[in-house]
């Protein structure tokens, strides 16, 4: 088995997730990493004592030594640059969603692991949820006939604790929530659906979060989360620029003739993702998202309260239901053997464009967005498991 030399680039925050990889007694180690904030090194030290850890104050200097395989889990608006440099090094690169703010940095991202050759993977984790993998196998069988329609409803509580302190609330870092967070919906939706949007339809708003109290500009912005953070009116704390919408609603025309809506609220009181997938024979639809989450399904007509089938799910160990620990092992087994992943480059890129997109028609007065095409060389060169034929 080869051994891997793993680098971080955001090693706190979501760069935790990274950590499970170190295992050196399984050939997999941790050994270099680039964070601005020094915390970082010193929380990862203290969760794994073991490790040997090498700073870098420049990631690209990282690049320059042996380390096979690099997790970008840093801000969006940086994924770009980075992605692109650590393919260019040869490194296999781990990339968190969304893949970055703009269709042009995708496709620069696409091109450079193309060019290079270097295995490039996307952290869509929701591909191993199990309730989005129930809900799969549920159409795959064909139980509820062709799929036409497809549907997201998207409630976060947490909205203002994580999203409008930092960074996250400028469309400079992010582009917009619709994006940041519906990277992953959208990619589900189209998974599920067996398409990709190639037109789309925003509409979306600032509708409560402007109204909350603000930190000044030189307090850092930090996430606070808070269940007493209630109600959304009340909030502080938050970010002197505010410039995303915190209500977002678009709808894709997928190029299966299939159409899909998502939605998002940042200032509900619930969590949850809510789907459904509506076919020729029936309806599937998940209640809850993780843990104990049920799956229903309608095959004959009657009363929603009485589903023909339900799919009771096991609560599974580990981060986001279960998902994160699969898909670091898809990403170890795709680098050492190019195993098939769940995930891909191209869906990725698909998923930010409608997000991209979505938010485009929003601001400039919801006109129809049409998706641009990839090469089909592109294409192929992914479909085919990144190798060159
Ligand atoms: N797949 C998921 O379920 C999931 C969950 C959370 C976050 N994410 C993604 O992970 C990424 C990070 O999100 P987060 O909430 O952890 O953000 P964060 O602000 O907590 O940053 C993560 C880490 O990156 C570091 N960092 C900041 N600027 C950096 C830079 N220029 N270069 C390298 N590192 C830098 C931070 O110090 C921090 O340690 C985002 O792209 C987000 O979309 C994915």
Not at 130 to 147: A, C, F, N, T
Not at 247 to 273: F, K, W
Request: hydrophobic residues 35%.
């Amino acid at each position: 088995m080869k051994k891997l030399k793993i680098g971080l680039i955001g090693v706190g925050g979501r760069g935790r997730h990274a950590w499970q990889t170190h295992n050196p007694e399984e050939g997999c180690e941790i050994v270099a990493g680039f964070d601005p904030k020094p915390e970082s090194f010193d929380k990862i030290r203290e969760e794994l004592p073991n490790i040997k850890i090498k700073e870098y104050s420049d990631y690209r200097e990282m690049l320059k030594t042996d380390i096979d395989a690099v997790f970008i889990s840093s801000p969006d608006f940086c994924h770009e640059e980075q992605a692109v440099a650590c393919l260019e090094a040869g490194k296999a690169v781990y990339l968190e969603k969304p893949m970055a703010i703009s269709l042009e940095g995708c496709d620069r991202i696409l091109k450079a692991a193309m060019d290079s050759g270097s295995k490039l993977f996307l952290g869509h984790n929701m591909r191993h949820f199990p309730v989005i993998l129930k809900m799969k196998e549920v159409i795959d069988s064909g139980l509820i006939g062709e799929i036409r329609a497809g549907w997201c409803r998207h409630f976060i509580n947490y909205g203002g604790d994580a999203y409008f302190r930092d960074w996250h609330s400028e469309q400079r870092y992010t582009n917009g929530l619709l994006l940041q967070k519906g990277a992953h919906d959208i990619d589900v939706m189209h998974w599920l659906m067996g398409g990709y949007t190639k037109s789309v339809v925003g509409m979306g708003m600032l509708s409560v979060y402007d109204k909350c109290g603000r930190r000044s500009p030189e307090t850092p912005g930090c996430a606070k989360w808070d269940s007493n953070h209630w109600p959304p009116l009340s909030l502080t704390g938050f970010s002197p620029i505010i410039d995303v919408e915190d209500h977002n609603m678009i709808m894709m025309q997928l190029d299966n003739g299939t159409q899909a809506s998502y939605v998002q609220c940042h200032y509900t009181p619930d969590a949850e993702r809510n789907y459904t997938f509506i076919g020729t024979r029936g309806r599937v639809e998940n209640i809850g998202d993780h843990g104990k989450a049920e799956v229903h399904v309608w095959t004959q007509r009657g009363p929603r309260e009485t589903p023909d089938i339900v799919y009771y799910l096991k609560e599974m160990a580990g981060g986001h239901g279960g998902s994160d620990i699969g898909i670091v092992q898809s990403f170890l087994n795709f680098v050492r053997y190019g195993t098939k992943t769940n995930t891909s480059p191209i869906a990725a890129r698909n998923s930010v464009a409608a997000g991209v997109l979505g938010h485009q028609s929003m601001r400039t007065g919801c006109n129809r967005c049409d998706v641009p095409q990839l090469s089909q060389d592109m294409i192929n060169y992914f479909e085919n498991g990144q190798k060159k034929k």
